[in-house]
């Protein structure tokens, strides 16, 4: 196998003209690694997604070749994959306010050019999903926002509109079955590629808690923070600190990396109905 990179989160090898896609148990905020990982978290990442990609492989293509046809050193954090010719643009659909796109909408009233509704609050719940595309940065960088006028321009009018249908339809169908389990996806980042014949196919992960927002359906209460299923429990810590956002960035106490773990777990349980 050959490393062709390396993320924040995956690992990315070239093995028999296959990708081998590696999740660690890395964990980043504010675009920075972390010099504590996450046990377990490569893992349930990896499983969440795989069966994320089952449940929706009626929806879009996806780029799974095979989760056990990997090395062994990787087994239960790896998946086979068809390579893709990756799109430049990070998908998001949201369903609710929050994060970067509440930051949007309190400054300009929409979010990645969409206009949205006044007096809406930290949590609340969009009149619909919304497409808000943004840059995909290089490591250490950050993701800015772009309007779907420039998605279009920059990848042409018919791919721009199968990214936000597809996007949109990925979010409708996994948020309707995630709320049925008791928690709401209150957004997601979605990755698309093209294959070798050119279709358009979903590639990196799908609907983990490092790609989405998890919130328990029960504590749902617009106006102020919501309970996290994600790595926003690492963000609010961080946040919380007096690092300055750059690296290095300080060890996580292992009192937030073992609340983190408990975190991707129930959301892996619930979501799934298998025990981890």
Known sequence: MKLIHSGKVRDVYEDRGDIILVASDRVSVYDVILPTPIPDKGKILTQLSLWWFEQLADVVPNHVISATDVPAEFAGRAVRCRRLDMIPVECIARGYLAGMGLKEYQRDGAVSGVPLPP?????????????????????GAHDEFITFEEVTAEQGPELAAELRRLTLEVYRRGAELARERGIIIADTKLEFGLDAAGTLTLGDELLTSDSSRFWPLADWEPGRPQHAYDKQFVRDWATGTDWDKQSPAPEIPTGIVDATRARYVEAYERLTGKAW
Do not use: H, N, V, Y
């Not at 007096?119 to 290089?138: D, M, N, Y």
């Open 119 to 139: 007096g809406l609050a930290e949590g609340s719940r969009l009149p619909e999903a919304i497409f808000t595309p943004t840059t995909k940065a290089q490591l």
